[in-house]
C-alpha cells in the first residue's frame, strides 16, 4: 500500500518550566547584568571561547513541559561554571510571537553568545534574531528549518522519545494483561484512552508509538484519543482523561503538559503514564512511569561546540544510548510484576536496532500493511518535495531531520474530537 500525505505542521511545546528566576522575566524580559561584555570577545583560560548561555520558554514551571528543559539547562550550565543571572540566563512565559525575537535580543545584548528556545512557535523568531546575529548561535528545540534555512548559527534538537513511549506502552500493556487476568475485564475490552495537545506530528508520533508498545504485550488493546488544543490546560486535559475513563478506557496516558490527567485518573482509580516526569508523589496509587527528553546532553554538547569553535549539528537528535531519552523509575506499587525487568530488556533491543519501533509488520493503515510512505521532510534547500520514510521494513522517525514527522492513523486508535 503506498501513501502520500504531507506532514502535518509540528507544533510542540515542550513541558517544563522553572518559574522566575534571578535573571528570569515574563514576557519580554529576563532580568540579570545589563552591561555583561559582548561574550565572543571573552576567552577562558585555556584558550577556549566564553559561553553566555540563554533559555526562552513558553510557559513558566507550572508546566512540565518547560519545567524539563529549564532543570536540563541549569545543570550544564553550572556544571560548566556559568553562573545564572551572570552567565547564563531563563525567561520564562515568552508566548510564540513577536516577542520571542524581542527576548533573543535581549539575550544577545546582554552578551549570549548561545541561545534556546523550547518551543514549536518560536522557530521564525528565532531565526529572524539569527540572521541578524551572525556571530551567536541559536537552537531550538522541535523545529523543521535549520536543514532548509542555510544558516550556519541555526540548528534545531529532539531526542528520539518515541522510543522512550513505546517503553512507557510496555508498561500499560503489561498492566492491562495484569488487570485481564484478575478478571477486571477481558481482552476485548482492553482499551487506553490518550490526552494529546493537538493533531501535530510530534503528538502523533508520540501517542502512536505509546500504542504500539502496548500493543506488543497486549495484542487485542484499542485506544482512544482526544484533543485539548492547548499545551496547557489543566481543566481541559482533566475533563478530557474524565471523558476517556467514562467512555471505558482502562489507563490513561498523555501528550499535555498539566497534571489535569494525572489527578482524573488517581480520582478515578484508574492507571496513568504520564510525561515529562514523574508524577509518583502525587499519584501514588495508579503512577504508572514516565518517559522524558533529557536535555542536557544536548545542552552541554552545544556549549562546548561554542567553547571550542566547533560547527554545532544542523539537526541532533539525542537516544537511549546517550541517556537523551529516559524513563522515570516504575512504581512498584502499581506495575505489573516484572515490569522493570521487561522495559530493560526491551530497551536493549531498541539500542541495538533489533526492535524498532515503527516495524510495517506491527501495524495497519485501513487493513493494509504500509510498504511505502512519502514523507514532506523538506530534506534539502531547493526543496525536492516527499522523501520515501519507509526501508527495511520500519518508518523511519528522526532521521530525515531530528523533529518527528510520522502523522499517520493506523488501525486500533480512534481519534475523538479531530476532523482527522
Known amino acids: 500500500m503506498k501513501f502520500t500525505k504531507k506532514i502535518l505542521a509540528l507544533g510542540l511545546s515542550l513541558m517544563m518550566g522553572f518559574g522566575a528566576l534571578t535573571g528570569c522575566g515574563g514576557s519580554g524580559g529576563s532580568g540579570g547584568s545589563g552591561d555583561?561584555?559582548?561574550?565572543?570577545?571573552?576567552?577562558?583560560?585555556?584558550?577556549?571561547?566564553?559561553?553566555?548561555?540563554?533559555?526562552?520558554?513558553l510557559h513558566d514551571e507550572n508546566a512540565t513541559y518547560d519545567q524539563n528543559f529549564i532543570n536540563g539547562?541549569?545543570?550544564?550550565?553550572?556544571?560548566?561554571?556559568?553562573?545564572?543571572?551572570?552567565?547564563?540566563?531563563?525567561?520564562?512565559?515568552?508566548?510564540?510571537?513577536?516577542?520571542?525575537?524581542?527576548?533573543?535580543?535581549?539575550?544577545?545584548?546582554?552578551?549570549c553568545n548561545l541561545i534556546f528556545a523550547d518551543s514549536f512557535g518560536h522557530e521564525d523568531y528565532l531565526i529572524q534574531a539569527a540572521t541578524e546575529n551572525p556571530e551567536v548561535q541559536f537552537c531550538h528545540a522541535t523545529g523543521t528549518k535549520a536543514h532548509t534555512e542555510g544558516l550556519d548559527n541555526y540548528h534545531n534538537a529532539f531526542a528520539s522519545i518515541y522510543?522512550?513511549?513505546?517503553?512507557?506502552?510496555?508498561?500499560?500493556?503489561?498492566?492491562?494483561?495484569?488487570?485481564?487476568?484478575?478478571?477486571?475485564?477481558?481482552?476485548?475490552?482492553?482499551?487506553?484512552?490518550?490526552?494529546?495537545?493537538?493533531?501535530?506530528?510530534?503528538?502523533?508520533?508520540?501517542?502512536?508509538?505509546?500504542?504500539?508498545?502496548?500493543?506488543?504485550?497486549?495484542?487485542?488493546?484499542?485506544?482512544?484519543?482526544?484533543?485539548?488544543?492547548?499545551?496547557?490546560?489543566?481543566?481541559?486535559?482533566k475533563e478530557g482523561a474524565q471523558a476517556l475513563i467514562d467512555g471505558?478506557?482502562?489507563?490513561?496516558?498523555?501528550?499535555?503538559?498539566?497534571?489535569?490527567?494525572?489527578?482524573?485518573?488517581?480520582?478515578?482509580?484508574?492507571?496513568?503514564?504520564?510525561?515529562?516526569?514523574?508524577?509518583?508523589?502525587?499519584?501514588?496509587?495508579?503512577?504508572?512511569?514516565?518517559?522524558?527528553?533529557?536535555?542536557?546532553?544536548?545542552?552541554?554538547?552545544?556549549?562546548?561546540?561554542v567553547k571550542d569553535g566547533k560547527a554545532i549539528d544542523t539537526d541532533w537528535v539525542g537516544s537511549l544510548d546517550n541517556e537523551s531519552v529516559l524513563l522515570s523509575d516504575v512504581n512498584e506499587?502499581?506495575?505489573?510484576?516484572?515490569?522493570?525487568?521487561?522495559?530493560?530488556?526491551v530497551k536493549k533491543a531498541l539500542i541495538d536496532g533489533s526492535?524498532?519501533?515503527f516495524d510495517t509488520k506491527t501495524f495497519s493503515v485501513d487493513?493494509?500493511?504500509?510498504?511505502?510512505?512519502?514523507?514532506?521532510?523538506?530534506?534539502?534547500?531547493?526543496?525536492?518535495?516527499?522523501?520515501?520514510?519507509?526501508?527495511?521494513?520500519?518508518?523511519?522517525e528522526s532521521v530525515f531531520r531530528s523533529a518527528p514527522y510520522f502523522d499517520l492513523k493506523i488501525d486500533g486508535i480512534n481519534l475523538l474530537d479531530t476532523a482527522m
Open 36 to 57: 555583561t561584555q559582548s561574550s565572543q570577545e571573552e576567552k577562558t583560560e585555556d584558550g577556549g571561547t566564553a559561553v553566555v548561555a540563554g533559555l526562552i520558554c
Open 73 to 111: 539547562f541549569k545543570e550544564s550550565c553550572e556544571a560548566a561554571g556559568l553562573k545564572e543571572g551572570e552567565t547564563y540566563f531563563i525567561s520564562t512565559d515568552i508566548p510564540e510571537g513577536q516577542e520571542c525575537y524581542e527576548e533573543a535580543m535581549n539575550m544577545v545584548d546582554r552578551g
Open 163 to 237: 522510543m522512550g513511549r513505546y517503553l512507557a506502552g510496555v508498561a500499560a500493556g503489561m498492566k492491562l494483561n495484569e488487570m485481564i487476568e484478575a478478571g477486571e475485564f477481558t481482552e476485548d475490552e482492553a482499551k487506553m484512552g490518550y490526552v494529546g495537545a493537538f493533531t501535530y506530528a510530534e503528538v502523533i508520533s508520540g501517542y502512536t508509538s505509546f500504542f504500539l508498545g502496548a500493543k506488543s504485550i497486549c495484542p487485542s488493546v484499542t485506544m482512544d484519543v482526544t484533543f485539548t488544543g492547548s499545551w496547557y490546560d489543566e481543566t481541559k486535559e
Open 248 to 305: 471505558g478506557c482502562k489507563l490513561i496516558s498523555q501528550h499535555a503538559d498539566s497534571m489535569g490527567a494525572p489527578t482524573a485518573c488517581e480520582n478515578a482509580g484508574v492507571p496513568d503514564v504520564s510525561y515529562n516526569g514523574s508524577t509518583q508523589d502525587a499519584c501514588p496509587n495508579t503512577f504508572l512511569v514516565s518517559s522524558r527528553i533529557n536535555w542536557a546532553p544536548y545542552y552541554t554538547y552545544a556549549m562546548n561546540a
Open 333 to 345: 506499587k502499581v506495575a505489573a510484576k516484572g515490569t522493570a525487568e521487561k522495559l530493560e530488556e
Open 355 to 357: 526492535t524498532q519501533v
Open 367 to 396: 487493513g493494509n500493511v504500509l510498504d511505502s510512505y512519502m514523507a514532506d521532510v523538506d530534506t534539502d534547500a531547493e526543496y525536492q518535495g516527499d522523501t520515501e520514510a519507509i526501508k527495511d521494513g520500519a518508518f523511519q
